[in-house]
């Protein structure tokens, strides 16, 4: 009697529970992919912000010259950055059991692929839970098929991208993103005030207009004489066909980096290796030669 009693009281616990994760009615839906994006985003969030703050230097090239990103390591709100996992990790799966100590962890970056893959996992609940939203609300799924989209962005910038450069230092990606930022920065520079100084700038231009509302001859000639002169362009059209071109072409090429400059430290170990060996040849032939002086 009394364990029946027992199975009623947890079956009505279990009941309450799950009234309460699928309740339309709370100010914030749950759901049950909620129970696994809270967590996860919790997680990525806290990291992050840690990371952001007070994380230590990380050897993000795998030569043993770590690159500091944190506040307390002398960035300021603009140059901080969390930096990547080590190229030396590669894409091997890197939590903190895996490390032979938290100092080992945090100098090959092992903040960076926590957050990234807690985040990804986080974002693809967050769609799973507008579905299950929708669902209980008798909706059509449109919004979580939205939201598939920046979902399918992040996975591309932060998982798919890596696995086409065979690490998780996406270098090409954030490389587009730069040269974007600098051009936008010349453009910001250099634009052609068609308006007087009481009128905003904006007013001037119209929507598909066909002459340009900067001045590229002289934005880049600028950036020209600024690093070298093949560093500018005078030609939009080949501009923005690089700047769309660089993130999109470059994994193909990083895996290749890697693999040449393992090729070239194995031909160097093997002429150490053959130095060596003359080396201890030349040194038993001296020894050889002393043994028949001294005879």
């Known amino acids: 009697m009394t364990a029946t009693l027992e199975r009623r009281e947890s079956a009505s616990l279990w009941g309450r529970f799950y009234d309460w994760i699928t309740s339309t009615e709370n100010r914030l839906y749950i759901g049950w992919f909620g129970v696994l994006m809270i967590p996860t985003l919790l997680t990525a969030t806290s990291v992050f912000i840690i990371a952001f703050v007070a994380a230590s230097p990380v050897d993000i090239d795998g030569i043993h010259e770590p690159v500091s990103g944190s506040l307390l390591y002398g960035n300021n709100i603009i140059s901080v950055a969390i930096i990547p996992t080590s190229a030396a990790i590669g894409l091997h799966f890197y939590p903190i059991w895996e490390a032979d100590s938290v100092d080992e962890w945090l100098y090959n970056g092992g903040p960076y692929e926590l957050i990234v893959l807690h985040f990804l996992l986080g974002v693809a609940c967050y769609m799973g839970r507008e579905w299950e939203l929708s669902f209980r609300l008798g909706m059509r799924p449109w919004i979580a098929v939205t939201y598939s989209a920046p979902v399918a962005a992040a996975a591309a910038v932060f ?57 590229i001859v002289a934005s880049h000639g600028y950036f020209g004489r600024l690093i070298f002169q093949y560093a500018s362009f005078n030609n939009s059209c080949s501009l ?55 005879e």
């Open 240 to 294: 923005h066909f690089f700047l769309a071109a660089w993130p999109v072409g470059t994994p193909g090429y990083v895996p290749v980096l890697p693999n040449s400059q393992m090729h070239r430290q194995r031909q160097c170990a093997q002429l150490q290796g053959v130095f060596r060996a003359n080396d201890k040849k030349a040194a038993n032939m001296v020894v050889g030669s002393d043994r028949q002086t001294i």
């Open 159 to 215: 998982l798919i991208y890596p696995i086409g450069q065979g690490s998780f230092s996406d270098a090409g990606i954030f490389g587009g993103s730069l040269f974007s930022a600098m051009h936008g920065s010349l453009v910001t520079s250099s634009l052609i005030r068609e308006t007087t100084e009481n009128e905003s700038a904006n007013a001037g231009y119209e929507f598909g207009q066909e002459e340009e509302n900067y001045n």
